[in-house]
């Protein structure tokens, strides 16, 4: 949805994070640090992201 996509690209927070990933694949304390937020505000824009369909995420596994 061209709207969901629009509306996520008005934040520049979540601009910089979709900056930050096209360069390299990033954890959510990674993109943290990087922008001086924490990892809550990080999660809630990087889901924003992934339902406009600009970012994809991948969970790891626990160490067992």
Same mark, same amino acid.
């Given at each position: 949805n061209i709207q969901l996509v629009l509306t996520a690209l008005t934040s520049r927070t979540?601009?910089? @994070?979709?900056? =930050?990933?096209? =360069?390299?694949?990033?954890?959510l304390s990674e993109l943290a640090r990087a922008i001086g937020l924490g990892v809550p505000s990080v999660f809630v824009a990087v889901s @924003? =992201?992934?339902?406009a369909g600009l970012v994809a995420t991948k969970r790891k596994a626990e160490d067992a």
């Amino acid at each position: 949805n061209i709207q969901l996509v629009l509306t996520a690209l008005t934040s520049r927070t979540r601009a910089r @994070i979709l900056g =930050l990933v096209s =360069l390299r694949p990033m954890s959510l304390s990674e993109l943290a640090r990087a922008i001086g937020l924490g990892v809550p505000s990080v999660f809630v824009a990087v889901s @924003i =992201l992934e339902q406009a369909g600009l970012v994809a995420t991948k969970r790891k596994a626990e160490d067992a």
